[in-house]
């Protein structure tokens, strides 16, 4: 007789099994991506940083799923995003690739992991593509050189995403985490990088932290996807980093920015759960025997006892 495998993943006390092939739904592409472009229909995007964050954007349905270079300063707590390798970026993409079946994965190209060199940023992007089995890569900046490598990405079949306004990899030249695009000049040049990375073939472009005017003027001049973070509601899509979106970080240590909503409290929510567990275990409330403990037959432990008394 064939038994049948039950395949599952362990994972401390949760098993998680795998969707059988009747409920496959396939990944999202970039046609889809804009096929709800051109239907008018805005593009979600959450940012994901490891297995557990992925599968709650999974299961939520988000179009895109961006490994986001923010994962450096949030997840991992650095200082900011320029201290994350392209080696850190692959362990978590790897990770959020094990969570996520159905949207369209897209990984940042790490700051000094593509500047150098149109090859540097080509073996970067592949070892993304390859190891991490993602589907796309975002870049930030439109500079000559940036323009050249995109093209050549594209050129080779590596979707690629663009990235102005503000770029926080270039936060020092910036002067800081500033909006952008408030004066005209500056604008302009947004107005500008945006035609030019178009035409480098990015297939949709991050707008961060410019006037609602200037992303709307923008929006409609360009023919692919533009994507708003602190760009005000005119864009095609809207993306937001997964710890401000469900509130992870610390509301008294952090600063939330005026253009996130926060949808949930989950760092209050998880204080709250903790110190409950922990008042939980000091009173001896948790674990109860009969209802977290497991049993063993009498005369089994019985055996055992005399066994383990005699030695
Ligand atoms: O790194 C990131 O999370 C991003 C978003 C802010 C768009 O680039």
């Not at 993943?9 to 409920?23: E, Q």
């Not at 500047?115 to 993602?134: N, P, V």
Request: net charge positive; glycine share 6%; hydrophobic share 35%.
């Amino acid at each position: 007789m064939i038994r049948p495998i039950r395949l599952s993943i362990r994972s401390f006390s949760i098993t998680t099994k795998l969707k059988s092939s009747y409920t496959h739904v396939p990944r999202k592409t970039i046609s889809d991506i804009h096929e709800l472009y051109k239907s008018n229909i805005p593009i979600t995007i959450s940012t994901s940083h490891d297995y557990i964050t992925s599968k709650m954007v999974d299961d939520a349905d988000i179009d895109i799923n961006l490994v986001g270079d923010s994962l450096a300063n949030t997840t991992l707590g650095y200082q900011d995003t320029n201290e994350l390798t392209i080696d850190e970026m692959l362990y978590h993409v790897k990770s959020v690739q094990r969570g996520n079946s159905k949207s369209l994965i897209v990984a940042d190209l790490p700051f000094g992991s593509f500047e150098k060199s149109q090859k540097q940023a080509i073996e970067s992007a592949i070892k993304l593509i390859q190891l991490g089995k993602i589907q796309a890569v975002k870049l930030e900046g439109a500079n000559e050189d940036t323009l050249k490598t995109i093209k050549k990405l594209v050129s080779i079949g590596v979707p690629v995403m663009g990235h102005s306004g503000l770029t926080p990899q270039k936060h020092n030249t910036m002067g800081g985490y500033k909006i952008q695009g408030k004066d005209s000049e500056n604008a302009l040049q947004i107005y500008k990088d945006c035609l030019n990375l178009q035409k480098s073939g990015v297939f949709a472009i991050v707008l961060e932290c410019i006037p609602n005017k200037i992303s709307k003027f923008i929006t409609e001049k360009l023919n692919i996807p533009t994507i708003g973070i602190g760009a005000g509601p005119y864009c095609s899509g809207q993306v937001l980093v997964i710890s401000d979106l469900l509130g992870m970080k610390n509301p008294e240590e952090n600063h939330i920015a005026k253009f996130v909503k926060p949808y949930a409290n989950f760092y209050n929510l998880g204080i709250e759960g903790l110190k409950n567990y922990k008042n939980d275990v000091i009173t001896k409330k948790f674990p109860l025997a009969d209802e977290h403990g497991y049993k063993i037959k009498k005369e089994v432990y019985e055996q055992f006892k005399k066994e383990a008394e005699s030695i």
